[in-house]
Nanobody, 126 residues
Framework: QVQLVESGGGLVQPGGSLRLSCRAS????????ITWFRQAPGKEREAVSG????????KYVDSVKGRFTVSRDKAKETVYLQMNNLQPEDTAVYYC???????????????????WGQGTQVTVFS
């Protein structure tokens, strides 16, 4: 069974940084585009950032541009989300996701993803 596994969440103060990691079992992660989503309490799950198979194309929602950076390490079969200057509104459970059939023009639509991780909690508090 395909599993995506996120790690790296935690508690930080405003202005702090965290780096999330996404790995996979069974799935050959290097062959898939990966998108990071987040879901805050009482809110819809929203796309945050995506990266294509080669790592040359990335996407970000406006609220994280300039603060978050997505990357991938092919040798480690891992996708990262570096989050800097974290703010209380970034508090959420963060998920990585991918799809057997992926379309960049709808990268932010959660309906197209059929593989999800269990999520990692990020809490930003002062």
């Amino acid at each position: 069974q395909v599993q995506l596994v996120e790690s790296g969440g935690g508690l930080v103060q405003p202005g702090g940084s965290l780096r999330l990691s996404c790995r996979a079992s069974v799935l050959a992660l290097n062959h898939y585009s990966i998108t990071w989503f987040r879901q805050a309490p009482g809110k819809e799950r929203e796309a945050v950032s995506g990266i294509n198979i080669s790592g040359e194309t990335t996407k970000y929602v406006d609220s994280v541009k300039g603060r978050f950076t997505v990357s991938r390490d092919k040798a480690k079969e891992t996708v990262y989300l570096q989050m800097n200057n974290l703010q209380p509104e970034d508090t959420a459970v963060y998920y990585c996701a991918t799809a057997d059939r992926f379309f960049w023009n709808t990268w932010s639509r959660k309906e197209q993803y059929n593989y999800w991780g269990q999520g990692t909690q990020v809490t930003v508090f002062s």
